[in-house]
């Protein structure tokens, strides 16, 4: 039988160190610097309503209404709904022509076999596609129009889906990457369920070869944008 975990999905883990997430997070973090910039080290990937508490004004996207209904909550039990936009709406869609200085994700992205799949939104929450990495190249490719020029794209990432790989793909696309943290974390339970699949997807061997893996790598990496956004930037009201 596999370890038992507390967590039973693949998406929204949290931990002590590196990979700090906190209760609804929303799928999307977008963030316009007020001052100075923000300070995103490797110890933690700041909330929606954090990086506001920092200085920051903060556009928040998710599919999910209840999220975005939480979130906005959040912001208002947090004294700072006055500079955190909650959006409805997929990914950028909801923040077309708009620039950003630091967008972060911690976007679904537990592979998932084809006979796995489902459209509910639970389901969702732990659907990466086939490769782990649906959600996270779209998020990859679309973030150069949104960030202004020395602006940084923040995500986790599993190890089992590849540090090589996720430091080539921004590569690819123009960022500078970087590791900013790193964690070990419980094995999420519903990835037992999917053991096979994801072995054979973890072409940088992670994972044992045989039995159930207690432990899971979990990274936070930076690409560094030197491009131009292609969208307006939005300042802050009270500039």
């Excluded at 990937?45 to 556009?59: E, H, I, M, Y």
């Excluded at 911690?106 to 489902?118: A, C, G, I, L, N």
């Excluded at 969702?124 to 649906?134: E, I, M, Q, T, V």
């Amino acid at each position: 039988m596999p370890p038992t975990s507390d967590d039973n999905t693949g998406h929204g883990e949290r931990g002590t160190a590196s990979v700090e997430l906190v209760a609804a997070v929303p799928f999307l973090l977008l963030a316009l610097a007020v001052a100075a910039q923000i300070a995103l080290a490797g110890q933690a990937l700041w909330s929606a309503s954090v990086a506001a508490r920092a200085g920051a004004r903060v556009v928040a996207t998710d599919v999910l209404d209840a999220a975005v209904r939480c979130a906005r909550a959040n912001a208002v039990v947090n004294g700072v709904a006055d500079r955190v936009e909650v959006l409805l709406g997929d990914g950028f869609a909801p923040v077309r022509g708009r620039v950003f200085d630091l967008i972060c994700t911690s976007p679904p992205q537990m592979p998932t076999p084809p006979d796995r799949e489902r459209a509910d939104a639970t389901a969702a929450a732990d659907n990466g596609g086939p490769d782990g990495w649906a959600l996270l190249d779209r998020v990859i490719a679309g973030a150069p129009a949104h960030l202004a020029p020395g602006g940084r794209l923040v995500f986790t990432l599993f190890g089992f889906l590849g540090v090589k790989a996720a430091l080539a793909r921004l590569h690819h696309v123009g960022f500078e990457p970087t590791i900013l943290g790193q964690e070990t974390q419980a094995f999420p339970r519903i990835g037992y369920e999917r053991i096979e699949h994801i072995r054979a997807l973890d072409a940088e061997a992670t994972l044992p070869p045989h039995g159930w893996p207690a432990t899971v790598e979990r990274y936070v990496i930076q690409g560094a944008w030197q491009g131009t956004g292609q969208g307006t930037r939005t300042e802050d009201p009270a500039r």
